[in-house]
Nanobody, 130 residues
C-alpha cells in the first residue's frame, strides 16, 4: 500500500524553526517528484515547495523563499522541509504529496499545483504563535 506520512509539526514561537519529514512506505520515492502544500483554516490549499525526483530542481512559493528549504534523501525514502524564521501566517496543516515521473513532468520540472500530484499524506499541524 502506497503511503506518505508527515511528521515534525508542532507549536513554535515566531522566528523559530521546524523540520518536517515526509516518509514513504510501500514504494520508493526515486521516481516521484515531491511537493509540500499547506492549508490554513478557511483558506485554499497552497503549494509551498517542491523537488524533482533527482533532487536537482526545486521550487518555492514567494511567501517562503529564503526561509524554507526542501531536500530529499532517497536512501532513507524521505523528503524534508526545513522551515526557518517562521511567522504566524505560516500556521497551517502541512501535507506532502508525490507526483509520478512522466516525460511531461520531467520536462516541466517540479510543480506547486496540487492537481499534478497522485498521492497525499494525512498532514501535520504547524502552529506559529507566541
Amino acid at each position: 500500500q502506497l503511503q506518505l506520512v508527515e511528521s515534525g509539526g508542532g507549536l513554535v514561537q515566531p522566528g523559530g524553526s521546524l523540520r518536517l519529514s515526509c516518509a514513504a512506505s510501500g514504494f520508493t520515492l526515486d521516481y516521484f517528484g515531491i511537493g509540500w502544500f499547506r492549508q490554513a483554516p478557511g483558506k485554499e490549499r497552497e503549494g509551498v515547495s517542491c523537488i524533482s525526483s533527482s533532487g536537482g530542481s526545486t521550487n518555492y512559493a514567494d511567501s517562503v523563499k529564503g526561509r524554507f528549504t526542501i531536500s530529499r534523501d532517497n536512501v532513507k525514502n524521505t523528503v524534508y522541509l526545513q522551515m526557518n524564521s517562521l511567522k504566524p501566517e505560516d500556521t497551517a496543516v502541512y501535507y506532502c504529496a508525490a507526483e509520478t515521473d512522466t516525460n511531461l513532468s520531467l520536462l516541466r520540472g517540479p510543480s506547486l499545483h496540487s492537481y499534478d500530484y497522485d498521492y497525499w499524506g494525512q498532514g501535520t499541524q504547524v502552529a506559529v504563535s507566541s
